[in-house]
């Protein structure tokens, strides 16, 4: 079964589409086994399906009388009860299939954290970044703890959450926060959007405690 270089780029468009408007989906990922010891794995996001074989096929959820159905072209993923299958041009790819679970999808951010004063930090600086709801109560999605080890800003940061766990109607912010000699020396936050989701975030952390004292605090040390 030969796959053109046009649906190729098809798939790709769509694929970058499904990922940019899942916003806070729930998504989860399944294995599945199927006849003669065939398998292969789909990640189920609202109403579409990631079916991942030689290349990424994305379908899309259709309405059936019983079970359910996705479509793509030629190809349909469905599934009753216990059983699924993959038919190509109404032949079957992947019969006989049971799938299981095996995580929610998950999602990195990544980044930097940095600031504006001129000033170095001690080598023994603690730089914390975090995932937050914005509002009560608050809840940490992700969390890291980075030791500098002489390292200066900026510092690059990656966070892994739950995507199952970004709801669509909340704010969140990714908060940093340096530590010097175990004080709060600098925090600051950014934004985190559940849609449009940026490649990189920069978090610029401000002072709270002015240059000078910091160094008065490290002279005592």
């Known amino acids: 079964m030969k796959i053109s270089s046009q649906s190729i780029v098809l798939t790709t468009i769509l694929f970058l589409t499904t990922a940019i408007s899942a916003k806070a989906q729930q998504a989860r990922i399944y ?3 199927c006849a003669q010891g065939r398998q292969f794995r789909a990640t189920f996001l609202g109403d579409r ?3 991942q074989l030689n290349q990424s096929l994305i379908l899309q959820q259709v309405r059936t009388a019983s079970g359910i159905r996705y479509q793509a072209g030629e190809y349909i993923f469905s599934s009753k009860g216990n059983h699924a299958e993959l038919t190509h041009n109404n ?3 992947y019969q006989n299939c049971t ?3 095996i995580s929610p999808a998950s999602e990195t951010i990544s980044g930097t954290v940095s ?3 001129r000033i170095a930090l001690p080598p023994d600086t603690i730089v914390r970044v ?3 709801s914005v509002g009560a109560p608050m809840e940490v999605l992700a969390e890291q703890t980075i030791e500098t080890q002489g390292r200066q800003v900026p510092i690059p940061f990656s966070l892994t959450y739950d995507a199952a766990n970004l709801q669509e109607e909340a704010s969140y912010v990714i908060r940093a926060q340096i530590l010097v000699d175990q004080q709060l020396r600098f925090s600051g936050e950014a934004t985190y959007p559940t849609v449009q989701k940026p490649a990189k975030v920069e978090v610029i952390v401000r002072s709270i405690t002015p240059p000078d004292r910091i160094q008065a605090c490290r002279s005592r040390a």
Do not use: K, N, S, W
Request: proline share 6%; net charge negative.
């Open 91 to 93: 032949q079957p790819l």
């Open 49 to 51: 399906a990631i079916v």
């Open 99 to 101: 799938g299981t679970m």
């Open 31 to 33: 294995d599945f086994q």
């Open 130 to 132: 975090t995932l937050e």
């Open 115 to 117: 600031y504006r004063e």
